[in-house]
């Protein structure tokens, strides 16, 4: 740049005008960023996403994740019904474990009225939040093998996965959104025999698992696309609000089941996969051993649950049994009651939370004493796992971005309320 | 148990259909060089080799690996198109009637091409990815040369003096129908597939042509047919892949055949991995991509994608063709090939000496689409960098290295046994190495501080111990890991 100190260069020069100048002959080749869109519908976005992504060569140089497709209003939806009609609504934000948000919630509206619910209906709560994280990992896992290019991996974790949705169709009549559970505990008790086809599908799944790792721990190119890429460090994911798996993958140990135990918890001998580098290896080996710890607690929880109620005996919560409505005039009355004017929440807000599959799933609930939600906020797990993403994947390969939103696992449903 | 029949049942339908097109190949060869002209045979050749062997296998290709892929997942696979035929009813035949169903709907698919897309190019993509996989068969012989009716037949349509040359020429033509079927579709997505594959195509021309010269070294030629070799007999000893590296004295010949992959085990993992990007499939799929850029032809419908799906067939067939003549022993037997062309019926009639030899080279090949399909179901997708690395920094060096060792080798014994014996020591290094249960060392110590993701925190003894992955490292996997690297 020297020479545009010489006043002489910047006259014109007809002979020599035309050609480059020397400092543009040494300049690198001018490249055109290319904008691609992936999403809303692209075969590596779970839900409905756009990514605008802006790529130089294979290089992504910005990253845009675009919400809003799967927007259903939800949190108004809420404040329309009564607080058991709320259920089928949280059914839907992640779909992969309704029984998580189904429990989590109702959790939340026990926590405010301040009701202590039965051990019976503790225990199956827990077997059933479990029974779905195994689902949303299987699904998270085998998706990441799947998007990678390897089918085998994907169907095996398919396979036990309709084993799952089989027996959850036998516990609570729905495969996917299940609905289950009431305010006060459990509206329906394990079916007979139940306990020992999962015993029997955990087995298998056992297996299925074992194949999968075998399948993708140690393939060589599994590990060179997962290790060291999608990296995000500790103190960045907490700083962007990481939880679950996620957070795990990172290194920091906090897992709400540990860290602050509800339901029966405690009562469980079960480890919390912690990893080292916040990769996506770590998080793929992080789920992975999660499954293992599920299985493990399901067997704990099947082998000791206690026998007795599965729901409060209080009919302003609780409906009435049948006999009771079709028998007594109390009976009849609260059904009413609870069915036309809903449970009669106390004024208030709470703030109550539970790990599911992807991280912590925070209820935010404020009532004002009328039978209906006054305001439902749901903190999603999959929400500040999204918005790091531009974070994660600036400057890496448009390849990585796959195993990277894969192993993240975001769930449309839950972050767009 | 009746799928274990049904399997047989196809094994066996299979290797009769393979008899009888052979057959036929020779004896139509004999009977036009009888009545038109001489060199008559070659053109019959070029009916049955490429358009009824390549073509019918490609074909059956499509449904075969949905079928294998499903006994993999261990599902059924297509079954369900079904044929209303009386005595056929309600038979799902394997799901070959899924075949027909597949042509039917891409012949009757809209034929849409994108507004902005050059016409002109963007129809003659798909033309330029399918003629050359098929030309690409000419030069290989799948057969021998006998006495069919009085006149000689070779199973071969060319043989020109440059041999391989062609195939490795015509071979990288292939690509400018990836890149004109990206770049003419002005899909951005369609773009990025076509520059993939180029840039995938150049990597690996380097690296195939590479790990072939060793072979061209051991056998002094580049033409197929002499690489593949004319068998010994009272008048003199074998040639090419035909001869015996030690052989028993005796009538029955029996003993260590000087075949591609024992002399040359490098040279065929390289060209096997590098002739393996070439068709573009898992997990060299990088052009395709279907999860994260969809592929070079998103934009293409019905029959003109239907032809760069064939053509992807038709190339698995070639490579299996083309490395079994170079790698394995063409259409020889491993022993006893001598004894049975010794044979007095065999002398008598060329053309079931000819079929037999011929039967035993589509066998070979079917075994080698078979490993293909293993590994296109068992191994995700590489990533961009990841291959130009492999393509450049392993198959490359390795393919050099291979030059030299072998070339000396050659120079140093011309009998080829000294060549061999080191060809035997390294598969014995490979069979090892995916045979053992511990990562190789540098992927050792990153797994190493990984192991503490996965057994570190099993304070409580329940989880499996770090050492008890290794255990579940398959047979398979193991194979096509050594063959990958």
Known sequence: MADHAKPEDHAPNPDTDAYAHESELEAHLQTKRMVINMGPSHPATHGTVRLKVELEGETIVKIDPEIGFLHRGFQKSCENVTWTQCLPYTDRLNYLSAMMNNFGFLN????????????????????????????????????????????????????????????????????????????????????????????????????????????LTRNRIFVDRTKGTGIISAEDAIDFGYTGPALRACGVDYDIRKAKPYWVYDRFDFDVPVGEHGDNYDRYLVRLEEMRQSIR????????????PIIVDDWRIALPPKPEVYGTIEGVMSHFKLVMEGIQVPAGEVYDSTEASNGELGWYLVSDGRGRPYKVHVRAPGFPVLAAVPHIIEGKMLADLIPTFDTINMIGGEVEQ | MSRVLTILTACITIVVAMFGGVASAYLVGGLV????????????????????????????????????????????????????????????????????????????????????????????????????????????????????????????????????????????????????????????FALLGGVRATSQMIAYEVALGLSLVGLFLAFSSVQLPAIVGELGSAVGLGTGQAQYLWRTDGEFDLGLPAWGIILQPLGF?????????????????????????????????????????ISEFVEVVVLAGVTTALFLGGHHLPFGGEWLASQP???????????????????????????????????????????????????????????FVSGALVLWDPSLRALAVLGILELGVLAVLTMTRKEPAEAGGAHGAHGGAHGGHDTHGHGLPAGAHAAHAMPAHGAAHASTH
Not at chain 1, 297 to 303: F, G, K, P, V
Not at chain 2, 284 to 289: A, H, I, N, R, T
Request: some cysteine; charged content about 20%.
């Open chain 2, 269 to 309: 993992l390289g060209f096997f991995a590098a002739s393996f990007a070439e068709t573009k499939r898992a997990p060299f799929d990088l052009p395709e991509g279907e999860s994260e850029i969809i592929g070079y032809f998103v934009e293409y419908s019905g029959m003109k994608f239907g032809l760069f799906m």
């Open chain 1, 297 to 308: 607690i399901l067997r704990q929880a099947m082998d000791t649950i206690p026998a007795g």
């Open chain 2, 345 to 403: 019926l065999m002398q008598e009639h060329g053309w079931l000496f000819g079929t037999i030899l011929g039967t035993v080279f589509w066998l070979k090949v079917l075994f080698l689409i078979w490993v293909q399909l293993l590994i296109r179901w068992t191994f995700p997708r590489f990533r961009y960098d990841q291959i130009q690395a492999l393509g450049w920094k392993i198959l490359l060096p390795m393919g050099l290295a291979n030059v």
């Open chain 2, 33 to 188: 060089e009888e009545h038109w002209f001489t060199g008559a045979s070659r053109l019959t050749n070029i009916l049955f080799l490429i358009l009824v062997f390549v073509m019918i296998i490609a074909t059956l290709l499509t449904m075969a690996e949905r079928k294998w892929s499903a006994f993999i997942q261990d599902r059924m696979g297509p079954n369900m198109a079904r044929i209303g035929l009386p005595g056929l009813k309600n038979r799902s035949l394997g799901g070959l009637p899924h075949i027909l169903t597949d042509v039917l709907k891409m012949l009757t698919k809209e034929d849409f091409i994108p507004a902005a897309a050059n016409r002109f190019l963007f129809n003659l993509g798909p033309i330029l990815a399918f003629a050359p996989v098929f030309a690409l068969f000419a030069v290989v012989p799948a057969g021998p040369s006998v006495n069919v009716f009085g006149h000689r037949v070779d199973m071969v349509v060319a043989t020109p003096d440059f041999g391989m040359l062609y195939i490795l020429a015509i071979a990288s033509l292939a690509v400018y129908g990836t890149a004109l079927a990206g770049w003419a579709s002005n899909n951005k």
């Open chain 1, 108 to 215: 939340a509206v026990e926590k405010l009225i301040g009701l202590e619910i039965p051990e019976r209906a503790k225990y199956i709560r827990v077997i059933g939040s479990e029974l779905h994280r195994l689902t949303d990992h299987l699904t998270c896992v085998g998706a990441t093998g799947l998007e990678m290019g390897g089918f085998q991996p994907f169907l095996l974790a398919l396979e036990f996965r309709e084993l799952l949705f089989d027996r959850t169709a036998e516990l609570t009549g729905a495969r996917l959104t299940t609905s289950f559970g009431r305010v006060g505990g459990i509206n329906r008790d394990l079916p007979e025999g139940w306990v020992e086809k999962v015993r029997k599908s955990l087995d298998r799944g056992e297996e299925l698992i074992t194949e999968m790792d075998a399948l």
